[in-house]
């Protein structure tokens, strides 16, 4: 018993010096990715402003070819027409003209001058939104570490033959749900937001385009149409990718078939949907794995396998339901992928399809050959006392 005390009394020190180290080192990484962060919005600002200067210096230097026109013709005129003009006359035209067309001079190498350093700063933001991106992921792997250790912190001892089995399945939820929110996280940013940004600068353009040309100021408004379109399209698709709508209202077919009929356009994949029983009328947390199940497998396909067809099976006995989604592909070797993480479901996504199957108490398999493609198939029980999904 003493040993035993002791070596709790050891392990919760050894616990609680890690977790204090990986805690001080969460703050340093977050204060880079706060510095890296701003880096990023400083740099964008800088380009707004910069874009703004180059649209104005673009109207001026349409302005001052129009006058550089006009001046060089009225030379050009007094110039054929020297007896009609004095000699004062003629200096005057040369003169407007020579300064015309040193300001048009000026003026393209100050425009050559911006775009240099927008192309620069462009650059820069490229390459801090790399070392931004890299700091996330830290920060996103020491806060899966913390938080899966000061949860586990107060019985680690006393439960671990259950952290044995278990610390996989946690430490992926988590990975999870980081990744969920970083993508998302960079969705908006690159989507929406950026396309909030151009719709400020296109408004600003028009605003000064009213006056001085109203064709185009029209034409870029129905440029600013489009982007908000586009825009509203995106926030639509993010939305759809969180959670459809469709799902709660229409149930799981119409909205696997919605979700196949545009993963078919965008990728030129046919797919072939096919049921059998009743499907919709299954507890909501079942329509909802099978959903995101069927969602990571088409994404699969798309990204490995390529394939031209793929079929996917729904079918609802008194007791079970089942599903298989299948690929005519190059498939992958599973024997080479047990060698490399130990398990089948380590790579292309699968840990998750698995994950998913294993808390509603069903059974999982996938088979996969260069000949054959690859077939994921699972059976998940129609029962009571499934446990929920998160």
């Not at 990975?175 to 940013?189: F, G, K, P, T, V």
Request: aromatic content about 4%; glycine content about 4%; some cysteine.
């Amino acid at each position: 018993m003493v040993n035993k005390h002791f070596s709790i009394k050891r392990l919760n020190e050894i616990l609680e010096a890690t977790i204090n180290t990986i805690m001080k080192s969460k703050d340093e990484v977050f204060e880079i990715v706060t510095y890296s962060r701003e880096e990023c919005k400083r740099i964008e600002e800088e380009l707004k402003s910069l874009q703004l200067k180059i649209n104005e210096t673009i109207n001026q230097i349409e302005r001052l070819e129009e006058y550089n026109r006009r001046c060089r013709k009225e030379l050009s005129n007094k110039s054929k027409n020297f007896h009609m003009y004095t000699e004062e006359d003629i200096k005057e035209a040369y003169d407007l003209a020579n300064e015309a067309r040193i300001s048009l001079l000026l003026k393209r190498e100050e425009e050559r001058n911006l775009l240099e350093r927008r192309n620069e700063l462009e650059l820069r933001l490229r390459n801090a939104a790399e070392v931004l991106k890299r700091a996330e992921n830290l920060n996103k792997q020491i806060s899966v570490a913390t938080e899966y250790l000061m949860g586990n912190a107060e019985n680690i001892v006393e439960t671990v033959d259950e952290l044995s089995k278990k610390h996989f399945l946690g430490i992926k939820i988590i990975e999870a749900q980081e990744d969920e929110r970083l993508r998302l996280a960079r969705d908006i940013h690159d989507g929406p937001a950026q396309s909030l940004a151009n719709v400020i600068v296109k408004t600003e353009l028009c605003e000064r385009l009213i006056e001085l040309d109203k064709e185009r100021a029209k034409k870029e408004l129905n440029n600013l149409k489009d982007v908000i379109r586009l825009t509203l399209k995106d926030v639509r698709k993010i939305i759809y990718d969180l959670r459809p709508m469709s799902l709660d209202d229409l149930g799981l077919i119409p909205t696997l078939e919605r979700y196949i009929s545009i993963f078919q356009e965008d990728t030129g994949i046919k797919v072939n949907l096919r049921t059998y029983g009743l499907i919709n009328n299954i507890q909501s947390t079942i329509q909802i794995a099978l959903f995101r199940i069927t969602q990571e497998a088409l994404s699969n396909i798309r990204k490995h396998s390529k394939a031209t067809t793929a079929t996917i099976i729904i079918e609802r006995s008194l007791k079970r339901i089942n599903l298989v989604v299948s690929d005519d592909g190059i498939g992958f070797n599973i024997e080479e992928l047990k060698k490399r993480n130990n398990t089948i479901t380590s790579g292309f996504g699968l840990i998750n399809m698995k994950e998913r199957v294993e808390l509603l108490n069903g059974s999982f398999n996938i088979t996969s050959s260069s000949r054959t493609g690859t077939k994921i198939s699972l059976s998940i029980p129609l029962s009571e006392g499934i446990k929920n999904e998160k």
